[in-house]
T-cell receptor, first 114, second 113 residues
Framework: DTAVSQTPKYLVTQMGNDKSIKCEQN?????MYWYKQDSKKFLKIMFS???????INETVPNRFSPKSPDKAHLNLHINSLELGDSAVYFC?????????????FGPGTRLTVL | AQRVTQPEKLLSVFKGAPVELKCNYS??????LFWYVQYSRQRLQLLLR??SRESIKGFTADLNKGETSFHLKKPFAQEEDSAMYYC???????????????FGQGTILTVHP
């Protein structure tokens, strides 16, 4: 019944590891996003996919690679994790051309890099 | 480049007092602004949007293009209003950034009993 879901909710890992976070939406939206919320609660967009096509790619290290197997899924893979990657990562979705284009957010994934 | 500024990181008021969370923006086009709220242990959710000129949970926000502001107001704060509030600006310029939201730094509102 959940609109936007993310797994895992918590992720604790060592520096240098590779990890993935998954996101799924069942709202039928055509666009999905990844945001990073840092320790100061600053929320910044990282990527956006529209109909499986990358449309927004902010200045993000190329260790971060999003993958959208279909419109309902947008996964985030992170290589060679660094301490500075510790943050809460939020997935969101929207129907871009719908009135108001409200974005619906997932519960977040708290990533801790040790 | 578009920018959203929330000058207050923390805001504390007592229950029943008026509250105003400030938001200023910088955008070359016609702005579309939102307030999102994140209650403790909950996901970020839309509170209100300027286009619909609505009042949600007693909150209102008016877009002032002259002052480039979109302050969030409530005449009588309640304890359940305690949360993190984000002001956000949507990119309507078209092209690849269409639909992108730029968020302010967030304001943590605490309403004391």
């Amino acid at each position: 019944d959940t609109a936007v879901s993310q797994t895992p909710k918590y992720l604790v890992t060592q520096m240098g590891n590779d990890k993935s976070i998954k996101c799924e939406q069942n709202l039928g939206h055509d666009t999905m996003y990844w945001y990073k919320q840092d320790s100061k609660k600053f929320l910044k967009i990282m990527f956006s996919y529209n109909n499986k096509e990358l449309i927004i790619n902010e200045t993000v290290p190329n260790r971060f690679s999003p993958k959208s197997p279909d419109k309902a899924h947008l996964n985030l893979h992170i290589n060679s994790l660094e301490l500075g990657d510790s943050a809460v990562y939020f997935c969101a979705s929207s129907q871009v051309l719908a009135p108001y284009n409200e974005q619906f957010f997932g519960p977040g994934t708290r990533l801790t890099v040790l | 480049a578009q920018r959203v500024t929330q000058p207050e990181k923390l805001l504390s008021v007592f229950k029943g007092a008026p509250v105003e969370l400030k938001c200023n923006y910088s955008y070359s086009g016609s702005p579309e602004l939102f307030w999102y709220v994140q209650y403790s242990r909950q996901r970020l959710q839309l509170l209100l949007r300027h286009i619909s000129r609505e009042s949600i949970k007693g909150f209102t926000a008016d877009l002032n293009k002259g002052e480039t502001s979109f302050h969030l107001k409530k005449p009588f704060a309640q304890e359940e209003d305690s949360a993190m509030y984000y002001c956000a600006l949507k990119d309507n310029a078209g092209g690849t950034s269409y639909g992108k939201l730029t968020f302010g730094q967030g304001t943590i509102l605490t309403v004391h009993p």
